[in-house]
């Protein structure tokens, strides 16, 4: 008799079951992994706008705030001026970055004297979990269930990033 060579049926199988194990318990941490980036993401984000909200206010006196998200940023080669700031990059200013929806509006005035941002997950539990905001007063402010924030009042009743 010749003894043949490979794998049985049987092993090959062990093996897939094995290797589908795994997966099903890596899978779900690597989605969790994504969704905390992409919070973390978002909340650097709100940071970078708060900072530019500031320069932005600073830079056109007789505007005050930036009416919205898209006049922080500008078209490449940008040339700086009240409508197209150039103060950041193209994918934040067009208002969706990282599984997030960006939101920054400008009021009062003129020239605006307040403003609000917020960042709300695309997907809630997919892309992210938690909604983000913040104001003049440049803190940070989280709504835990993902839901979005109407309006600077809104966000100022909610709790401060931990």
């Given amino acids: 008799m010749r003894k043949q060579k490979g794998f049985s049926l049987i092993e090959l199988l062990i093996v897939v079951a094995i290797i589908l194990i795994i997966a099903a318990i890596a899978i779900p941490n690597l989605l969790n992994a994504r969704m905390a980036a992409n919070?973390?993401?978002?909340?650097?984000?709100?940071k970078a706008i708060n900072t530019v909200e500031i320069t932005y206010n600073s830079t056109y006196p007789t505007v005050g705030y930036a009416p919205t998200l898209a006049v922080l940023g500008g078209a490449s080669p940008c040339t700086p001026s009240s409508t197209t700031a150039c103060l950041i990059d193209n994918i934040l200013a067009s208002g969706y970055k990282a599984g997030y929806n960006f939101t920054a509006i400008g009021s009062g005035g003129p020239p605006a004297t307040s403003y609000y941002v917020?960042?709300?997950?695309?997907?809630?539990?997919r892309t992210g979990i938690r909604s983000f905001c913040s104001f003049e007063d440049?803190?940070?402010?989280?709504?835990?269930?993902?839901?979005a924030i109407a309006?600077?009042?809104a966000c100022e009743a909610l709790l401060p990033l931990q």
């Fill in 39 to 46: 919070e973390a993401s978002a909340v650097q984000s709100i």
């Fill in 118 to 125: 917020t960042a709300v997950p695309t997907t809630v539990n």
């Fill in 138 to 147: 440049a803190v940070i402010r989280v709504q835990p269930s993902g839901a």
């Fill in 151 to 153: 309006s600077e009042a």
